[in-house]
């Protein structure tokens, strides 16, 4: 009965691979987030999802590409892994409109380690 | 661009102590938001306000909407080994934007 689930909760890859980290709400939110928390444990926004489509796209290298099936999912892959992106990646959810003052969901991160 | 300004960046209190954190803009926010992250976990919304000058309870934590729209406060009383964590607090106003956190410590 999780409410936002994040998979795997560990990666550890090596240089130049490519990875996928996925994320599924059960919350019935219609607005999904990737969030990077880096070493200063910063909370960083990269993409939000609403309803499938891309609404907020920060200033992100393009090796990074969300997807969203549904918009019950938001998956984040990651092209051409650098040492520079090993973090903790969050994934959140809320609803839109009004329903944003009830805050986001956050998942229980995956730390990404690239070696 | 809008930032939080999150003081202080850590704390070391003994068990017991209250404790005092706050938030401030140079920008308005509508919401104010309170999160608490634990180790190895993602933020967990705590406390939520929504109007200048409201103050709001939750337990042991306290927490105030600044009159001036730019700044938030959150206390905890008589903390204890569960309170350890990072606080995170959160404006909204059309996103919303992160501060960079509270460390909270207890020393044995």
């Known amino acids: 009965d999780t409410a936002v689930s994040q998979t795997p909760k560990y990666l550890v890859t090596q240089m130049g691979n490519d990875k996928s980290i996925k994320c599924e709400q059960n919350?019935?939110?219609?607005?999904m987030y990737w969030y990077k928390q880096d070493s200063k444990k910063f909370l960083k926004i990269m993409f939000s999802y609403n309803n499938k489509e891309l609404i907020i796209n920060e200033t992100v290298p393009n090796r990074f590409s969300p997807k969203s099936p549904d918009k019950a999912h938001l998956n984040l892959h990651i092209n051409s892994l650098e040492l520079g992106d090993s973090a903790v990646y969050f994934c959140?959810?809320?609803?839109?409109?009004?329903?944003?003052?009830?805050?986001?969901?956050f998942g229980s991160g995956t730390r990404l380690t690239v070696v | 661009g809008q930032q939080l300004n999150q003081s202080p960046q850590s704390m070391f209190i003994q068990e017991g102590e209250d404790v005092s954190m706050n938030c401030t803009s140079s920008s308005i926010f509508n919401t104010w938001l309170w999160y608490k992250q634990d180790p190895g976990e993602g933020p967990v919304l705590l406390i939520a306000?929504?109007?200048?000058?409201e103050l709001t309870s939750n337990g042991r934590l306290t927490a105030q909407f600044g009159i001036t729209r730019k700044d938030s406060f959150l206390n905890i009383s008589a903390s204890i080994p569960s309170d350890v964590g990072i606080y995170f607090c959160a404006g909204l106003f059309g996103k919303i934007i992160f501060g960079k956190g509270t460390r909270l410590h207890i020393l044995p």
């Open positions: 959140a959810s809320s609803h839109s409109g009004t329903g944003i003052l009830y805050g986001y969901t």
């Open positions: 306000l929504y109007k200048a000058g």
């Open positions: 919350l019935g939110h219609d607005t």
